[in-house]
């Protein structure tokens, strides 16, 4: 059961760089998310996507941009990666049908110098 | 808005004592409530959830009830584990907005 599958697991990146990190769900799941989480601050969202072809503004996307490819794959985009962007990413993804649960990605963990 | 209140961390118990973290919220609509735990360098696992009030989650001796009427939802277990030790996350799901509602976590660490 592979679940969330997040790649690259760890990257370091210079300040100016881009980079996509990907995402992918074998559940079948409609709903997907991004979240960073840093020190003391829990997990904050940056951006949502409710079925394949639409994507919303989470609590964070500055910085950010996310494509939702098809029903598997979500993917977020750094166009030009800042200090302030080291952190480590979740994705997750849900059934919207019923009270389920988001399930987690073992994350990425990106540092930028 | 909508959020989330859990005890400051960390809580630091010996093994085998009694463990309760508590966690308050405040969210629009009528919330499922959740319980996810983070082991040190993973992701977050569900540990349980509660749907409707007064309804009580469980898993691993962990258990947490549903009440609405104090819009709380504390995870207990009777004796923890040096293996309990990790992060543990209170969410509720807003079905306004289908996002859950994270606070900043607390850290748990069971001595032997």
């Known amino acids: 059961n592979a679940g969330v599958t997040q790649t690259p697991k760890f990257q370091v990146l210079k300040t100016g760089q881009s980079m996509t990190l990907q995402c992918a769900q074998d559940?079948?799941?409609?709903?997907m998310y991004w979240y960073r989480q840093d020190p003391g601050m829990g997990l904050r969202l940056i951006y949502y996507?409710?079925?394949?072809?639409?994507?919303d503004k989470g609590e964070v996307p500055n910085g950010y941009n996310v494509s939702r490819l098809n029903k598997r794959e979500f993917s977020l985009r750094l166009e030009s990666a800042a200090p302030s962007q080291t952190s480590v990413y979740f994705c997750?993804?849900?059934?919207?049908?019923?009270?389920?649960?988001?399930?987690f990605g073992d994350g990425t963990r990106l540092s930028i110098l | 808005g909508d959020s989330v209140t859990q005890m400051e961390g960390p809580v630091t118990l010996s093994e085998e004592a009694f463990l309760t973290i508590n966690c308050t919220y405040t969210?629009?609509?009528?919330?499922?409530l959740f319980w996810y735990v983070q082991y040190p360098g993973e992701g977050l696992q569900l540990l349980l959830k509660?749907?409707?009030?007064?309804d009580k989650g469980s898993n691993k001796g962990f258990e947490a009830t549903y009440r609405k009427e104090t819009t709380s939802f504390h995870l207990e277990k009777g004796s923890v584990q040096v293996s309990d030790s990790a992060v543990y996350f209170c969410?509720?799901?807003?079905?306004?907005?289908?996002?859950?509602?994270f606070g900043t976590g607390t850290r748990l660490q069971v001595f032997p």
């Open positions: 997750a993804s849900r059934e919207t049908v019923g009270n389920q649960p988001q399930h």
């Open positions: 559940m079948n799941h409609n709903s």
């Open positions: 996507s409710a079925s394949e072809g639409t994507t």
């Open positions: 969210a629009t609509g009528y919330p499922s």
């Open positions: 509660a749907t409707k009030a007064d």
């Open positions: 969410a509720p799901h807003s079905y306004n907005t289908d996002k859950l509602i």
